[in-house]
């Protein structure tokens, strides 16, 4: 059983257009996230969504839009893709309330702009 | 500003030999997490440290942390060539419960 699932795997796309990826965990966690990771493998967080709630967004451009329907799913929209957004995108998830949580994370969408 | 800086950035060994990653970081922490990324592949969890702990094992990993010094370094002993990956720390700050911030990584080659 895959604990946090991304779909798709690779998106190809020219600038300008519009794109969602999603994102489902199946280990009963409340918070996930979304990541972004660069040519240079440096991961920086983007998102942070508790029982639903926003609450992370990393000064990310208005361009992205996440959405959570429930706690099992996070949702990226990504309006007027550009040619720096080409990076991979990976969703996690986490269980909050204190210090011990860590994340798991999904296998990643590997994303290029044209 | 980055908040976990690995060292180094990447490092070669032979199979069998240990391998140590150092991780530095700016500000106070609740935890310190090191995560494994095999190439193409998301990130795993490997082990925690909490602020007040000085060092923990698990299987072939210790890790070690100095928050005078601000820092932590992952030993990996006996390597393998499963081993091969990039080794990410990340810092999870107080008063930041969700957020973890991550360093660019050092990337491990184990030579068979």
């Known amino acids: 059983d895959t604990a946090v699932s991304q779909t798709p795997k690779y998106l190809v796309t020219q600038m300008g257009n519009d794109k969602s990826i999603k994102c489902e965990q199946n280990?009963?966690?409340?918070?996930m996230y979304w990541y972004k990771q660069d040519s240079k493998k440096f991961l920086k967080i983007m998102f942070s969504?508790?029982?639903?709630?926003?609450?992370i967004n990393e000064t990310v451009p208005n361009r992205f839009s996440p959405k959570s329907p429930d706690k099992a799913h996070l949702n990226l929209h990504i309006n007027s893709l550009e040619l720096g957004d080409s990076a991979v995108y990976f969703c996690?998830?986490?269980?909050?309330?204190?210090?011990?949580?860590?994340?798991?994370f999904g296998p990643g969408t590997r994303l290029l702009v044209l | 500003s980055q908040q976990g800086e690995e060292d180094p950035q990447a490092l070669s060994i032979q199979e069998g030999e240990n391998a140590t990653m150092n991780c530095s970081y700016k500000?106070?922490?609740?935890?310190l997490q090191w995560y494994r990324q095999n190439s193409g592949r998301g990130l795993v969890h490997l082990i925690l440290?909490?602020?007040?702990?000085r060092e923990k094992h698990s299987g072939r990993l210790r890790v070690t942390l100095d928050t005078s010094k601000k820092s932590s370094s992952l030993l990996i002993t006996a390597s393998r060539a499963a081993d091969t990956a990039s080794y990410f720390c990340a810092t999870r700050s107080g008063g930041s419960n969700y957020k973890l911030t991550f360093g660019k990584g050092t990337l491990l080659t184990v030579n068979p």
């Open positions: 440290i909490r602020s007040n702990e």
């Open positions: 996690a998830s986490s269980m909050a309330g204190g210090n011990l949580e860590t994340q798991y």
């Open positions: 969504y508790n029982n639903k709630e926003l609450i």
């Open positions: 280990l009963g966690h409340d918070t």
């Open positions: 500000t106070s922490i609740n935890n």
